[in-house]
């Protein structure tokens, strides 16, 4: 216990958005952190490419000029809307509503790839001097001790911290220790994806794509369009489903590119540039805690991907924005308390658990086809359906009615 090393208020481990939205929410209130990854930057991570408009709030919310900044970028492809494709492959375009308060002419989603929005924000906390990053640092364990957390580190000097912050993925062995969650294979998610060059086809405002097709139900094969021509393609489900159906989800997904017709001929002058890459995706399955003495957990790491959209990143930003309040509180009252972190649960779950809730009950609806099908015919011809599905993804009260059965049956019988 009392050999050298590193000692910092705040220690947040993982340097995606998450991590990076606390780090950089603390240095605008002028408290100190220290940012850890394992990885060197610019890094890869496997991801669908897609920047939410809850990202973008958030970031209007920690730097108006930041947003303007990052919408200028040459890496970012503005997006307008969703299209939804079903098992029978109609097609239902559905417009973002623009919520945000922002400038008009930033958009109400962004996609681009993982590598290059994740620097962005990298070079932006290289210019906080508040933040003290460390790379090629892998954190191995953990022990708390006298109000404190010591963190091991792979190579290099320990760190002991007054606050921990685990914000180190979906794959963050913290997840489960200290975190204590325990995730089953009917609530993680496998997604798979490639880029590809040259697909066509794309809504002019380029619309990001979800195509429930029949033999992924509640899942689906994605195509989000990127800047230089580029397109994010793969696929998700669930591994219970994947396990029980005995599916390879590579190959459900060039199997989907050859032989659906519609797809094919979009991707017959395609070119795959990178190999196919899988990980997993924890998702939310219920309010639990997401602290502890001295600890949060963030982002991924804290089971909040959507379990129908596969969102993450926003959900990511938002914990991450509420870790840094709540360890701002906990600094000033010198209270680290398991009690006191729960005002971060409780904040959290105050902007997103009943998104989250309303959203777990959705794939019961959507893994039957002819429920599917149904839906979108008599959505594609009902502009007053068409607007409220559209809503359904910004607010949440609209979005409660798509969970109740009567829904789906007045919008079958036309009512």
């Given amino acids: 216990m009392y050999y050298k090393m590193k000692k910092t208020d705040i220690c947040i481990v993982g340097a995606g958005p998450a991590g990076v939205f606390a780090a950089l929410f603390l240095s605008k209130f002028g408290i100190e952190s220290t940012l850890v990854d394992k990885a060197k930057f610019p890094r890869d991570k496997i991801c669908g490419d897609g920047i939410s408009g809850w990202v973008l709030t958030i970031l209007n919310e920690l730097d108006k000029s930041l947003l303007e900044k ?27 509503f623009d919520s945000g308060d922002w400038d008009p002419s930033i958009p109400p989603g962004f996609t681009a790839r993982r590598i290059d929005f994740d620097n962005f ?16 640092s892998e954190i191995t364990g953990y022990e708390r001790y006298d109000n404190k957390i010591r963190l091991s580190v792979k190579s290099g000097e320990d760190i002991e911290s007054k606050i921990v912050i685990f914000a180190n993925g979906a794959t963050s062995k913290f997840m489960k220790e200290p975190g204590g969650i325990l995730k089953t294979k009917k609530y993680v998610m496998s997604g798979v994806k490639t880029y590809y060059k040259g697909v066509t086809g794309f809504h002019k405002d380029n619309y990001v794509e979800l195509h429930f097709l029949k ?14 021509g580029l397109a994010n393609v793969g696929v998700g489900l669930d591994r219970y489903r994947i396990s029980k159906r005995k599916l390879n989800l590579k190959n459900v997904m060039f199997d989907a590119i050859e032989n659906v017709p519609y797809l094919k001929e979009r991707f017959k002058n395609a070119q795959q540039i990178t190999k196919v890459e899988t990980w997993p995706l924890p998702l939310w399955d219920g309010k639990r805690s997401i602290s502890g003495d001295n600890f949060m957990l963030a982002g991924d790491a804290a089971n909040l991907i959507d379990p ?30 398991a009690e006191a972190m729960k005002k971060y649960d409780e904040d959290v779950y105050r902007k ?3 998104e989250l809730d309303i959203s777990s009950r959705i794939p019961r ?3 039957h086809p002819w429920l599917f099908n149904a839906v979108v015919n008599r959505t594609t011809n009902s502009n007053i359906l068409k607007e409220k599905l559209a809503l359904a993804m910004t607010d949440l009260e609209v979005r409660k009615e798509l969970k109740r059965p009567m829904l789906y049956l007045k919008v079958i019988m036309g009512r």
């Fill in 215 to 228: 033999n992924v139900l509640p899942g689906y094969f994605w195509i989000f369009p990127l800047a230089g």
């Fill in 352 to 354: 997103i658990g009943k």
């Fill in 121 to 136: 924000m990298i070079e932006e906390v290289r210019n906080r001097k508040e933040i003290k990053l460390l790379e090629n």
């Fill in 70 to 96: 990052l919408s200028k970028q040459s890496f970012i492809n503005y997006s307008y809307g969703i299209r939804i494709v079903a098992p029978n492959y109609n097609r239902l375009d559905l417009p973002f």
């Fill in 365 to 367: 609806f959507i893994k």
């Fill in 308 to 337: 129908v959209t596969g969102e993450g990143m926003g959900h990511a930003a938002i914990s991450g924005m509420f870790a840094a309040y709540q360890a701002k509180r906990s600094l000033e009252a010198n209270d680290f308390s």
